[in-house]
């Protein structure tokens, strides 16, 4: 199959691969950002924000909205974003800058979609931080009670915010520490539900988690990936960092389909056992898991009192700090790449001239993390609602991000690689279109309403002549 001609295109589109290769100045930019990251960096910041132990925390919901087929819809969700892996590969490839999928659909299709679909995915990003915050606060105060969850919150987001300000390596290498432990405490989880469920505790081995023909069908599964998804939201946001990464633009994609896969098989490996090891599934898929304590009580099944607490510890710690260190950093980037386009006020474009780091976005996301958070923690909705409104805003977004790969691969440039450049985006496409379909009906409203608001704000925009200043090589 031919690669893709390498001539420039249109004034927004087209790029060489030298182009790629240099970075932001071949569009017109300055590197402002410290270019410090090597894949390895790239790779743990995926998999942290990723989490490891990412099922923890949703586990009791997968489980209910799949009829205890728990493992499939993290199988299915993994096949779905490996396709948007793909897409994210060749689009980064292509446009080496931060900003994810607004960079990659502006670019890729036209300067209007590139709003949209960073409009959509700050529904992800601006929204998942407080989240993270909120599960880690309930796992901390099913712990400790006397400390009320808002208090958590508050604490989380302090500590998160003077880490990011401190600069990106900094956060590689805490990244790296906290990655350590979760996987020690997956471990310890693995091993000791193995032999319980060896020695007769639990259900004992079954496939019910991955197929139960009694309750099995399409619209079951693929409601439940619509909530399963959020463990795997994080790869993508690697890409926000392209512009402090060190190695070649094709580290990036690698990275993301790396994390993905080892992500991908430990959410199924441990959502297969803890689903063996739950006391009671059909009170669970009766009346859910308000107080988000499911994997934690199946823990407290294979081990004991000091299993459930280890898993609940490491879940708030995971979530309230590793996983939503990196999301900060990931939003402040999103919203540092749409100011420095005049799509967002200019002041959040600003770097810090030491730290290299963009701290007003920094400091904007830690704002709007904590109130959030502290709000979301009245509601007794607070985890569900959240949790739903972030994937659909990233899953929103993806689609975008599929079709900008068919517009400017082979639409712009020619491409005749038609597996990587239109089966592959075709086929994430309609996936990921069939989950959202299938999403809870409070997410596609709420979603909606947000999708309207960003098309009022794209019209006032366009009347007022705040077109993003995407610049190219041909503009040089």
């Known amino acids: 199959m031919s690669e893709p001609r390498t001539t420039p295109g249109p004034a927004l589109g087209g790029v060489t691969p030298a182009a790629s290769e240099r970075g932001v100045e071949a569009f017109g930019y300055e590197q402002e950002l410290k270019r410090s990251l090597s894949f390895s960096d790239l790779l743990v910041y995926g998999l942290v924000f990723m989490v490891p132990i990412a099922p923890f925390g949703i586990f009791g919901g997968v489980f209910q909205a799949s009829g205890g087929m728990v493992a499939l819809a993290y ?3 993994g096949l779905a974003m490996a396709f948007t892996a793909a897409s994210y590969s060749q689009m980064s490839r292509a446009f080496p800058m931060a900003g994810s999928v607004y960079t990659y659909a502006g670019r890729g299709i036209a300067r209007p979609v590139g709003f949209i679909a960073g409009w959509m995915v700050l529904l992800d990003y601006l929204l998942i931080p407080g989240l993270l915050y909120l599960i880690s606060g309930f796992a901390m105060n099913s712990i400790v009670p006397a400390v009320p969850v808002w208090v958590w919150v508050v604490a989380f987001v302090l500590l998160n915010t003077v880490v990011n300000y401190f600069g990106i390596e900094f956060t590689a290498r805490v990244n790296k520490v906290v990655l350590v432990a979760e996987l020690v405490v997956l471990a310890i989880f693995l091993v000791v539900g193995v032999i319980a469920l060896a020695g007769g505790e639990g259900r004992g081995w079954d496939l019910s988690p991955v197929y139960d023909a009694d309750t099995f069908s399409l619209e079951l599964v693929f409601g439940a990936v619509s909530i399963a998804v959020l463990s795997f ?22 990275a993301m389909i790396g ?6 098989t430990l959410f199924v490996v441990q959502t297969w056992v803890a689903a063996l ?15 988000g304590t499911a994997f934690y009580d199946a823990a407290g099944v294979a081990g004991g009192e000091w299993l459930a607490t280890l898993t609940a510890v490491a879940t708030a710690i995971a979530w309230g700090f590793a996983n939503s260190l990196v999301a900060q950093a990931a939003t402040s980037r999103l ?3 749409m100011a420095r386009d005049r799509q967002l006020p200019g002041f959040l474009a600003t770097v810090h001239p030491v730290r290299r780091v963009p701290v007003n976005a920094t400091f904007l996301v830690a704002a709007i993390s904590l109130a959030l958070g502290i709000y979301m ?4 909705d607070g985890i569900t609602l959240l949790s739903t409104l972030v994937n659909f805003g990233a899953l929103s977004a993806f689609l975008l991000l599929h079709v900008s790969v068919v517009v400017h691969y082979v639409g712009r440039l020619g491409s005749r690689n038609w597996w990587l450049h239109l089966v592959v985006p075709v086929v994430g496409f309609a996936i990921l279109a069939y989950v ?3 999403a809870q009906v409070a997410a596609q409203e709420l979603g909606f309403v947000w999708f309207a608001i960003g098309i009022a704000l794209l019209v006032f925009l366009l009347a007022t002549g705040r077109t993003p200043e995407l610049k190219t090589e041909e503009n040089l």
């Not at 923690?377 to 007794?380: F, Q, W, Y």
């Open 436 to 438: 959202v379909y299938n």
């Open 335 to 337: 919203l540092f790449a």
């Open 259 to 264: 994390a993905l896969v080892l992500a991908g």
């Open 277 to 291: 090891l739950v006391p009671d599934p059909d009170t669970l898929i009766a009346e859910g898991d308000a107080a």
């Open 233 to 254: 939201l994080g790869f993508d946001a690697i890409s926000t960092l392209a512009e402090e990464n060190r190695d070649s633009a094709r580290s990036l994609g690698k």
């Open 377 to 380: 923690s009245t509601r007794d």
């Open 75 to 77: 199988v299915v969700g």
